[in-house]
């Protein structure tokens, strides 16, 4: 079971970093992810690629998303996911005005294929290897036999 912090007891670790999350812009997440293997804040905003003054001014809100993100990785990975689903379809969408003719048609195929499912794909059940159905039996430890 998931544990409670003991700075607000009713809610459980991932709806607290669930909701600080939810008050940071994306740079502050990319911060709050890059915290988790980086020493110190100066080395984090360096690795994303801003300056570290920059992260000593905002809110306190991201140092606690800092703490809490070290208890709960997968809140921030399912936020991040959740918040970049749109940009990731526009992405695969854009492939449909692709000048390839060939990722026009595995972009149209899958796109259907999320939306409506695979289409159904018959069995030939006709084949040479259709047929009876053989059981093997081992009567000793060497020698197999046909029943």
Same mark, same amino acid.
């Given at each position: 079971?998931?544990?409670?912090?003991?700075?607000?007891?009713?809610?459980?670790? %991932?709806?607290?970093?669930?909701?600080?999350?939810?008050?940071?812009?994306?740079?502050?997440?990319?911060?709050?992810?890059?915290?988790?293997?980086?020493?110190?804040?100066? *080395?984090?905003?360096?690795?994303?690629?801003?300056?570290?003054?920059?992260?000593? @001014?905002?809110?306190?809100?991201?140092? +606690?998303?800092?703490?809490? /993100?070290?208890?709960?990785?997968?809140?921030?990975?399912?936020?991040?996911?959740?918040?970049?689903?749109?940009?990731? /379809?526009?992405?695969?969408?854009? !492939?449909?005005?692709? /000048?390839?003719?060939?990722?026009?048609?595995?972009?149209?195929? +899958?796109?259907?294929?999320?939306? /409506?499912?695979?289409?159904?794909?018959?069995?030939?059940? @006709?084949?040479? @290897?259709? !047929?009876?159905? $053989?059981? $093997?039996?081992?009567?000793?430890?060497?020698?197999? %036999? *046909?029943?």
């Amino acid at each position: 079971m998931e544990e409670l912090s003991k700075e607000n007891p009713g809610l459980s670790i %991932s709806d607290q970093l669930a909701s600080a999350l939810a008050q940071l812009s994306t740079d502050q997440i990319r911060f709050v992810v890059a915290r988790q293997e980086c020493a110190t804040d100066k *080395e984090a905003a360096e690795a994303i690629g801003i300056k570290p003054d920059t992260v000593y @001014h905002w809110p306190d809100a991201v140092k +606690e998303a800092v703490r809490l /993100m070290a208890s709960d990785g997968i809140v921030v990975a399912t936020h991040v996911r959740r918040r970049n689903l749109a940009k990731a /379809m526009l992405a695969k969408v854009a !492939g449909l005005d692709s /000048m390839d003719e060939n990722v026009r048609q595995r972009v149209a195929t +899958e796109i259907i294929e999320w939306e /409506m499912g695979k289409a159904k794909q018959p069995i030939d059940q @006709h084949t040479e @290897h259709s !047929g009876s159905v $053989v059981v $093997v039996s081992w009567d000793d430890a060497t020698t197999p %036999s *046909e029943n």
